[in-house]
């Protein structure tokens, strides 16, 4: 989940559909990770999140799915709609005081 | 209910002025974390703090910036001498607990250097 500068991965899907965002995450010590949801012009907001004594939570609309073998983080929403047009980033807390964000991934909802 | 708030949400200053930027918490929450984001970029760690200490500040460049979180009043991140590199949206976000308490971020304040 490291940064990679300027060009974010794009998911472009039908509203209706079924979304899925990947993160690897880089710390094999990290027990907590979040997904964030970052309209244009605003802070990132919270979507769900999971501890690593799970593999699996589910929220409204929202999956998340944690692989801890190969390090493998993924956001599944279900029905996707417009305004779930966004950049979508996974985080981890690798036991310390702070977040480390992933490059993040631009999900396009083509009505 | 509110949510962190950030002022301003907005900040342009000339190269060598200084930057203020503000940041309330969550009502109930006392730990603080300002991270830095670049345009298309994730969010990076700059420094944790609860009232009155800082806790963590390894992300934070060693000259011209500083944080505090005194015992009234809100979280200010400072910037002294600011270049053109400077420019970025910088984010506060609070948690009730220390690590694996959920953070919450305010909405930003963009700084633009000219």
């Known amino acids: 989940g490291e940064s990679v500068g300027l060009h974010l991965p794009t998911l472009s899907v039908q509203e209706g559909d079924n979304s899925i965002i990947n993160c690897a995450y880089s710390?094999?010590?990290?027990?907590?990770f979040i997904w964030y949801k970052q309209e244009s012009g605003k802070g990132p907001q919270f979507i769900i999140d999971i501890r690593s004594n799970m593999d699996k939570r589910q929220g409204q609309r929202v999956t998340v799915l944690l692989n801890k073998t190969v390090k493998h983080l993924s956001l599944q929403i279900a029905a996707t709609q417009p305004g779930d047009s966004a950049v979508y980033f996974c985080?981890?807390?690798?036991?310390?005081?702070?977040?480390?964000f992933g490059g993040g991934t631009r999900l396009m909802v083509k009505p | 209910n509110a949510g962190v708030m950030q002022n301003p949400r907005h900040l342009v200053r000339r190269r060598g002025q200084e930057a203020r930027l503000r940041c309330s918490p969550m009502k109930g929450h006392s730990h603080v974390y300002w991270y830095r984001q670049l345009p298309e970029e994730g969010l990076k760690f700059m420094v944790y703090l609860q009232k009155e200490n800082i806790i963590d500040e390894s992300g934070m460049p060693k000259e011209r910036f500083s944080a505090e979180f005194p015992k009234e009043g809100p979280s200010i991140l400072r910037i002294q001498q600011v270049v053109r590199g400077d420019s970025a949206a910088y984010f506060c976000?609070?948690?009730?607990?220390?690590?694996?308490?959920?953070?919450?971020f305010g909405p930003g304040t963009r700084l633009t250097v000219l």
């Open positions: 710390n094999s010590a990290s027990d907590y």
């Open positions: 985080a981890e807390n690798n036991a310390g005081n702070m977040l480390t």
């Open positions: 976000a609070s948690s009730s607990g220390p690590t694996t308490d959920t953070q919450y």
